[in-house]
């Protein structure tokens, strides 16, 4: 495991697990039942295939719960690991979902920013044996913080067109990320990003990862606020 990059919105850990924890990762992907599902972003972007996923409650320690497995244990651990970046367990963040993604050949999924549902930010680490970066299926972001609202925004509906404009405000060029296997990037919650297209010559070879989101629920997201209110109140007095 490896630091490789880190940016303000984003890090890059390649050889994130063992070889067997990575072998015993990939069995189980191949073990669960995938749905196909049409984007919520674009019509455009063809489908892409998602398993059953689970959530784990940090406050329960189920993340350290027994039998569960390794590739879910060694992500939570790199989680809180990274305070400095997701915030602090059970007052930050307080659960973690996972579920496995399986991207075919034609498909990308369209900018968003994946903002809200009290999340801190996401994870993906790519599970399939071999990528070569001519296939595509980067992984493209924005590094930079959410600009201020602009006046425009309130007023398109489009999702892809309200993440568009925030680039075309962008002082940066996007970041793109190979999905390279056993790598693992960590992502900032309202950062813009996309999955690039991935290109026909992939063939049968299908984008495989692991993502998550890291969250805070939503009743611990209104009590954390109702106490930064009467704090506020208080320090007003």
Do not use: C
Not at 197 to 225: H, I, K, M, N, Q
Request: charged fraction near 30%; proline fraction near 6%; glycine fraction near 8%.
């Amino acid at each position: 495991m490896r630091e490789i990059q880190r940016g303000k919105r984003f890090i890059i850990i390649d050889d994130f697990l063992s070889e067997p924890v990575f072998s015993a990762a990939r069995d189980l992907m191949d073990r669960a039942a995938f749905t196909r599902r049409e984007s919520v972003i674009s019509d455009e972007d063809g489908p892409a295939f998602r398993s059953k996923g689970v959530r784990f409650k940090e406050e329960l320690g189920s993340l350290d719960a027994g039998g569960r497995p390794k590739a879910y244990e060694e992500l939570g651990r790199t989680v809180r690991a990274y305070s400095d970046f997701y915030g602090e367990a059970s007052t930050d963040w307080n659960r973690i979902a996972f579920a496995f993604w399986k991207y075919p050949a034609g498909s990308r999924l369209g900018w968003h920013n994946d903002a809200g549902r009290g999340r801190r930010g996401e994870f993906i680490l790519f599970l399939h044996d071999r990528w070569r970066p001519s296939w595509g299926g980067e992984l493209k972001l924005i590094d930079e913080d959410p600009p201020p609202p602009d006046a425009g925004d309130d007023v398109e509906s489009d999702l892809v067109r309200r993440m568009e404009r925030r680039i075309d405000r962008s002082t940066t060029s996007p970041v793109a990320i190979v999905p390279r296997p056993n790598r693992l990037v960590l992502v900032k919650s309202d950062t813009v990003h996309t999955i690039g297209r991935v290109d026909p010559t992939a063939g049968d070879t299908l984008r495989r990862s692991l993502t998550g989101f890291v969250s805070l629920s939503p009743e611990r997201t209104a009590a954390v606020g109702s106490a930064r209110e009467k704090l506020t109140a208080i320090l007003a007095d």
